[in-house]
């Protein structure tokens, strides 16, 4: 079955940190470039990393840059997005797909492959 899967969402409080993984089952993450977005209650979705998987190039918008880090292991055919000093506004349904382009966000039926989200609530 051709599919991408999300963990390790969860509640956390101001300033801390969460992992999530992005696993793909049914092809191979090897070639691609794959991103990680979020969408907030009664917003847009937005992007916030992606990575080329064959070179570990990456990108991240200027609202996570320097908190996020997007790294990616071909062993375990996985994405990661690793998270620290998060704030409120970090709050939303988290996914991954593929294929990403770098300060490109596409209505979320364009991509090929994409996750059912994982839950990221940052509070208090």
């Known amino acids: 079955q051709v599919q991408l899967v999300e963990s390790g969402g969860g509640l956390v409080q101001p300033g801390g940190s969460l992992t999530l993984s992005c696993t793909a089952s049914?092809?191979?993450?090897?070639?691609?470039?794959v991103g990680w977005f979020r969408q907030a209650p009664g917003k847009e979705h937005e992007d916030v990393s992606c990575?080329?998987?064959?070179?570990?190039?990456?990108y991240y918008p200027d609202s996570v840059k320097g908190r996020f880090t997007t790294s990616s292991v071909n062993a375990k055919n996985t994405v990661y997005l690793q998270m620290n000093n998060l704030k409120p506004e970090d709050t939303g349904v988290y996914f991954c797909?593929?294929?990403?382009?770098?300060?490109?966000?596409?209505?979320?039926?364009?991509?090929?492959?994409r996750g059912q989200g994982t839950q990221v609530t940052v509070s208090s």
């Open positions: 797909a593929a294929p990403c382009r770098s300060d490109y966000v596409g209505p979320v039926d364009e991509y090929v492959y």
């Open positions: 049914g092809f191979s993450l090897g070639t691609m470039a």
């Open positions: 990575i080329s998987v064959s070179d570990g190039s990456t």
